[in-house]
């Protein structure tokens, strides 16, 4: 009966691992979906909802690479494959930043808020 109960405990602790990541990277997602930031990317503003098209595509495309929300960020939402060059993050009355930095820090964000 102890290792049964065990066994349950494992498999019911690997799907909540499993899903963490999912559960994270919708957040992003929806997070970046609803900004009134700007998303530079190759030199061209996009709206929140735009940029959200684009990552998905990426992810879709990087899906089997990713097994973080920090790699999503990185295969998915940091810098065109392209160019190479860095998205970047517009918010009034703040200076420009990464997108790599402004996703990362709502991921810190969001983690701390469900502890």
Partial sequence: MKLSR???FVVASSF?????PKTEI???LNYVSSTHCRYERNGDMHSGQEAVEHIKKKYDYYDEEIETAEDFIEYS???STLSGAHYKIHCQGQA???SRVWLLAELTRYRKSRD
């Fill in 6 to 8: 065990l066994l349950l």
């Fill in 16 to 20: 909540n691992v499993l899903a963490m």
């Fill in 77 to 79: 939402a940091t810098k």
């Fill in 26 to 28: 919708e957040h992003l």
């Fill in 96 to 98: 420009p930043t990464t």
